[in-house]
């Protein structure tokens, strides 16, 4: 039996997480016997709505970070939110966390029991990107790369198409967006693409200003037809999160946004490459992996394997 919701979680008291305060302070909006739903607004000004069990939350007395006063939100019995709006202006429906990040650890512990030091979690996660990393920095000792950028952009070309034919499964789709990269960079109109790529890995913390030249760059480059598109997020992030897995997250829009409405998180998603959509994407990884880091986790390597796991536990749930 659900532990009862105490009296003290009344609708419109203020409440924080217990076990992510980074959310800030919450208004109660719904309860039931054993549920309380929890609008927040983090520093961002971003709005999030969880449904959570009691146990997940302490009283606050501090106030929002925003207002909440005028949030408008409907629900049925079971307190999932149906509309939502600010008087009479319709918003973005909320995200609704469903789990905890515990519980999408054991979701990726349901494949591999000991997480990250599981023996077959390296061959089939890791070794494979690592590999690819480990490629491109013994090509380019000491961050020679755009010395060849700038003296050969053919051969430079050459290098990043290798670096992301990853061999044991496909970060790039084998259909799509290979063959569209594949064109671009075999068109010998590369350098400012290239040029803004190292830019970018260079760069010591992913930056706005870095980021929108390689878009730019990248999607001012030939293709090799009209079907072709360079701009997705896969193609855009795949060598940047290779080379500096330290810093950059590689963005497969299906499992990241599976894996994150599922922990209520707005990634403030946009199917166009922009940084604000990145910037989120990055500030939750760096989340995951202060998180997944006593598991066992490195880098971003595995932040982006433990997101397609829980994606892929998902979808076959």
């Known amino acids: 039996m659900p532990k009862p919701v105490p009296t003290s979680f009344a609708v419109g008291s203020l409440v924080v997480h217990r076990k992510l305060p980074g959310l800030g302070v919450g208004k109660v909006f719904c309860r039931t016997d054993d549920i309380v739903a929890v609008g927040f607004i983090d520093t961002a000004g971003v709005r ?65 029991p000991q997480a990250f030091r599981d023996p077959r979690y390296a061959p089939a996660e890791r070794e494979w990107k690592w590999e ?4 491109w920095h013994q090509t380019f000792p000491g961050g020679s790369f755009r010395a060849l950028a700038l003296d050969d952009p053919d051969t430079a070309a050459k290098v ?57 760059t990248l999607t001012s480059l030939p293709t090799g037809g009209a079907v072709t598109r360079l701009a997705t997020w896969p193609i855009l992030t795949a060598a940047p999160f290779l080379i500096r897995p330290d810093a950059y997250m590689f963005v497969k829009p299906r499992a990241t946004k599976m894996v994150s409405r599922n922990l209520g998180v707005d990634l403030l998603y946009s199917p166009a490459l922009k940084w604000d959509t990145y910037d989120r994407v990055l500030e939750w990884s760096r989340d995951l992996l202060a998180f997944l880091r006593p598991h066992g986790a490195i880098d971003m390597i595995d932040v982006q394997s433990f997101i397609w796991t829980v994606a892929d536990e998902l979808a076959h749930a």
């Open 132 to 135: 690819q990393h480990q490629l």
């Open 160 to 216: 990043v198409l290798k670096l992301v034919q990853t061999k044991a499964a496909p970060l790039l789709s084998p259909r799509g967006e290979l063959p569209a990269l594949w064109d671009a960079l075999e068109s010998r109109q590369t350098q400012s693409f290239l040029i803004a790529l190292a830019d970018a890995i260079e760069a010591q913390v992913p930056e706005r200003r870095t980021f929108e030249h390689l878009v730019e």
């Open 48 to 112: 999030k709505l969880s449904r959570l069990k009691a146990s997940f939350l302490l009283p606050a007395t501090l106030a929002p970070h925003g207002d909440l006063a005028g949030w408008n939100v409907a629900f049925d019995s079971a307190c999932r939110a149906v509309t939502t709006g600010k008087g009479t202006k319709k918003v973005q429906p909320p995200f609704v966390a469903a789990w905890t990040q515990e519980h999408a650890l054991e979701r990726f512990t349901s494949h591999y």
